[in-house]
């Protein structure tokens, strides 16, 4: 007797999927499972086992062969352990499941059917397989119901499973209630209406929130560089739906989605202390590498603050996503890649001692101290950034009376407008933009050319330098909402980039 059921496992976003064979033949009793299983596949057997039985079930007393096809593919998780259940269920009874249908879900001793990581992401990519339903732990039900097109069973217990296939009573769809916004209120912890003075660097965040910019801010301690950071959270537009999507599957892959089918419109803001470790940053772990704090901020902001403290390697692994967008991770069970398409705002000392050029305080740094650790920022990781500013410390009369900057719901209006101009006339915000297609879409003026060819040969900028620059100044005009990038835009977009030296 056969049985055969279709489920998937897991390799990053990728799915791969995995037909559960269960065959009960002759010979002595034992239960023999087959098709590259990972441990915590290989234990699914005593969890079945005991399922079946505490759920009222005979288990068979022959020969049990269950097999995970393709052979060649190594299985991970345990999210295998209901369709292995299903699959022998049905061989006994000589029954066949619904076409295009996939069971997904961990088991519990008792028979009932426990919440897995990556819902999400395996009801996306199985929708995109061809299926048209999907069995899932009743706890995960309203996530997987985020996907579009897929009609989603919840399973709370595998008795329940199986005496709904078998006619005897039916379990009803999961009905949502549409994709919920949670967060993105209108306010933040932290409003630039707050911020006194700082006016290059309210100016920086603005252009680095219109354009996606990468942004590095450097000044003394207390000079306010790490509440300039956190303003960024108040001016960025809330996730588009794709986006939303793309966001919640990082989520839902770290088992940190909330189980009720409402997704966060709110971009992500993470701020990994110095210490972090690489695996912690880019990703890693055991097995199947799993996202790191890159692919927490897809689509938001990742914010390092003493970015001179952080290990040398560790910094050195953001050059790749930092081009690309993307993170590729290999470990010995095979690798896998990560969105990582996040605006990076960083924030350092001048010196060690973090008063070198301040007007009050002396610096206690010797120079051979202070080019240490500035060495520590390697030429090729700052070349990727396109905002550098100096942030002062403000005058404490200052502090003492009302700010009078803008507040951030007033920038924020600028912002979107900016976004909105870029995605109408490319697609993609300026900082995505590859030298070809900004050739085409952000052209220069006679003028502008020419001051920004003589600069970039004077100072040394490489081509990575020269292209960030006229990117900077496209999005500059684009909140300016001129048509052409001008002179102004330009020198703008060079100004910050004063920290540039020729090699």
Not at 24 to 31: E, R
Not at 259 to 279: E, I, Q
Not at 280 to 291: C, M
Not at 435 to 450: D, F, M, Q, T, V
Request: proline residues 6%; hydrophobic residues 40%.
């Amino acid at each position: 007797m056969l049985g055969a059921v279709d489920s998937c496992t897991l390799a990053g976003f990728e799915v791969r999927r995995v037909e559960v064979q269960a065959d009960i033949g002759h010979g002595d009793t034992k239960f023999v499972l087959v098709g590259l299983a990972a441990t915590s596949v290989k234990e699914a057997r005593e969890r079945v086992r005991s399922a079946i039985k505490n759920s009222g079930l005979e288990f068979p007393g022959q020969r049990l062969t269950v097999n995970l096809a393709p052979a060649e593919l190594r299985k991970e998780g345990s999210a295998l352990d209901l369709p292995i259940a299903i699959a022998i269920a049905l061989a006994r009874a000589g029954k066949k499941p619904p076409p295009h249908t996939a069971f997904l879900g961990e088991l519990a001793l008792d028979g009932a059917v426990r919440h897995v990581d990556g819902i999400l992401v395996a009801a996306r990519g199985l929708r995109m397989l061809g299926f048209e339903r999907i069995f899932v732990p009743a706890a995960d039900a309203a996530e997987a119901s985020l996907v579009e097109g897929l009609v989603v069973t919840p399973c709370a217990s595998l008795k329940g499973v199986i005496d709904h296939l078998l006619g005897i009573e039916t379990i009803e769809p999961y009905v949502s209630s549409g994709a919920q916004a949670i967060g993105d209120s209108g306010s933040w912890e932290h409003d630039l209406a707050e911020v006194h003075g700082q006016e290059e660097g309210r100016r920086a965040l603005e252009i680095a929130a219109a354009g996606g910019h990468h942004l590095l801010l450097s000044g003394p301690p207390g000079a306010g560089k790490t509440m300039l950071a956190h303003c960024l959270a108040g001016i960025l537009p809330p996730l588009e739906l794709d986006e939303a999507l793309e966001v919640a599957q990082v989520r839902s892959l770290l088992g940190e989605l909330p189980g009720r089918g409402a997704l966060d419109w709110t971009r992500p803001f993470r701020a990994p202390h110095h210490g972090v470790s690489m695996a912690g940053l880019i990703g890693g772990g055991s097995g199947i590498a799993q996202p790191g704090e890159i692919s927490r901020s897809h689509h938001g902001v990742l914010f390092l603050d003493e970015l001179a403290e952080f290990q040398s390697p560790v910094l050195q692994a953001l050059r790749q996503p930092l081009e690309t967008g993307r993170i590729t991770i290999t470990r010995s069970a095979g690798s896998v890649s990560y969105p990582a398409r996040f605006t990076l705002v960083a924030a350092t000392n001048p010196c060690p001692c973090g008063w070198a050029g301040d007007p009050v305080r002396s610096c206690r740094c010797t120079p051979g101290g202070i080019d240490a650790y500035h060495r520590r920022l390697s030429g090729p990781l700052m070349d990727r950034i396109d905002l550098k500013v100096g942030v002062r410390r403000v005058k404490l009369e200052t502090l003492a009376s009302e700010p009078t900057g803008e507040g951030s719901a007033a920038v924020r209006e600028r912002v979107v407008a900016a976004r909105r101009s870029q995605l109408d006339r490319q697609g993609c915000l300026n900082a995505q933009l590859k030298p070809a297609r900004l050739r085409k879409l952000a052209g220069l003026e006679p003028a502008s050319r020419r001051t920004l060819e003589r600069w970039a040969e004077q100072r040394g900028l490489t081509a990575r330098g020269f292209h960030r620059a006229w990117r900077v100044a496209r999005t500059s005009a684009d909140l300016d909402g001129a048509e052409h990038i001008g002179e102004r835009h330009i020198l703008e977009a060079l100004g910050y980039r004063l920290q540039d030296v020729a090699a």
